[in-house]
């Protein structure tokens, strides 16, 4: 998808809105699109996220997100006339955990639809209960799509079919056009299933761009002690740092920098905690990638501006560190659109009906339009570069969607 014509579809998402609350309304029989007459047996959609372990500083975003889009819908009268509940477990951060509460939500709860939990790992353990059991699972961070098999599954992250080529590609893109493009790379991954996918990528694509690789390391998941790698990264001294990272693995490589005294000229990090990254002294100038962030030009329509505004007011609320929508928020409010999108179209909650409109159909979304016709149902790439600007995620890559930010090369 070019960008200009992920610009015209942002455009058309009022639109489109809209018309799914009218069509909605038509087929109950209603003269208007406010349907506060929702009512009968909640339709119950499943999931978890890890709202305790590692990672759950950025699932309380996808939380956030999901109470937000739940209310909205239920005041505009649900889905097919019925509210909506959102049976929401605590799956720890832990693979095996999501498993077997995917297997009580969908035994035991006899929940309606699924939708999935934070993080590939735990994306994959669902994705394995749902096909067992013939359910829809609509998900927002898996990132091998190559290991989505499951044909009733679907990504909300548009990170398109190869991310481990056109992610580190693009970022060494937005170097490579800055006043000092790097000449040597130093790899540092976790082995955290799709961090360490993407870090390989980068590995190899940095490889036949010409840069120096210095370093390459990788570590477990779940990490403590992070002053060992900090001091390998130190002696290698890169121009250009790429670190495989999820969650606050990022924070603690920065914080084991500055006890040696030593800054990273130019850092990219793959699924960073949002908060924490942005609002850290160290992580100055950080670079990661997104496909949405609460500001120009992704909200640029009113209804995208205002779902941001919502999101900053629930965040500030909650306490969170940084409270401005970001890539996060987006797909996880896309993932909720599709589902709501397939009932709608459908009339159905039927899970085998609800996947073929899916397959079969382009869907507007706050990130652009979306398809699920590639490898694991991905469709188009739409990622862009971001970097923490004084204590804020901005996008500065392509520079059309920098809205005059630019990238700050060391």
């Avoid at 950080?286 to 505004?309: I, Q």
């Amino acid at each position: 998808m070019t960008d200009a014509y992920s610009r015209m579809t942002l455009g058309r998402l009022r639109r489109v809105l809209a018309a799914t609350i009218m069509a909605a309304a038509l087929a109950l029989g209603l003269a208007a699109p406010v349907m506060a007459q929702a009512a009968g047996q909640p339709i119950r959609v499943g999931g978890t996220l890890a709202l305790t372990g590692p990672l759950a500083a950025t699932a309380m975003v996808h939380k956030i997100v999901g109470e937000i889009y739940v209310e909205q819908l239920n005041k505009r009268g649900g889905l097919l006339g019925r509210p909506v509940e959102w049976v929401l477990l605590d799956d720890q951060s832990k693979p095996d955990l999501a498993r077997t509460l995917y297997e009580k939500l969908i035994t035991v709860d006899k929940v309606d639809l699924l939708i999935g939990p934070y993080a590939t790992g735990a994306i994959l353990s669902a994705m394995a209960v749902a096909e067992r059991n013939g359910k829809m699972l609509v998900h927002h961070t898996f990132g091998i799509p190559k290991l989505a098999k499951y044909d009733a599954q679907f990504p909300t992250w548009a990170l398109g079919p190869a991310p481990e080529q056109t992610v580190p590609g693009l970022v060494l893109d937005a170097l490579a056009a800055s006043a000092k493009p790097p000449k040597t790379i130093a790899i540092v991954t976790s082995k955290f299933p799709s961090v360490h996918f993407l870090a390989l990528g980068a590995r190899e694509v940095a490889q036949k761009r010409g840069l120096k690789e210095v370093l390459f390391l990788e570590f477990e998941f779940g990490a403590k002690d992070f002053g060992p790698i900090a001091a390998r990264v130190r002696e290698a001294d890169p121009d250009f740092l790429f670190m495989g990272a999820i969650g606050l693995e990022g924070n603690q490589l920065l914080e084991a920098l500055k006890k040696l005294d030593y800054t990273p000229r130019n850092h990219f990090y793959t699924y960073p905690a949002p908060g924490p990254m942005a609002v850290s002294p160290e992580s100055a100038n950080a670079l990661s990638s997104t496909v949405f962030e609460g500001s120009p030009p992704f909200t640029n329509e009113p209804a995208v501006a205002a779902f941001a505004k919502e999101y900053q007011d629930r965040a500030t609320k909650a306490g969170l560190p940084y409270t401005l929508a970001d890539v996060q928020a987006g797909v996880s409010y896309t993932a909720w659109q599709l589902i709501e999108a397939a009932v709608v179209a459908t009339k159905s909650l039927d899970d085998k009906v609800l996947a073929q409109w899916i397959r079969a159909n382009k869907v507007d979304t706050i990130l652009g339009k979306l398809r699920f016709t590639e490898i694991g149902n991905y469709g188009d790439d739409l990622s862009k570069i971001k970097q923490v600007q004084d204590g804020k995620w901005v996008v500065v890559w392509p520079k059309e969607f920098a809205s005059g930010a630019k990238l700050v090369a060391r």
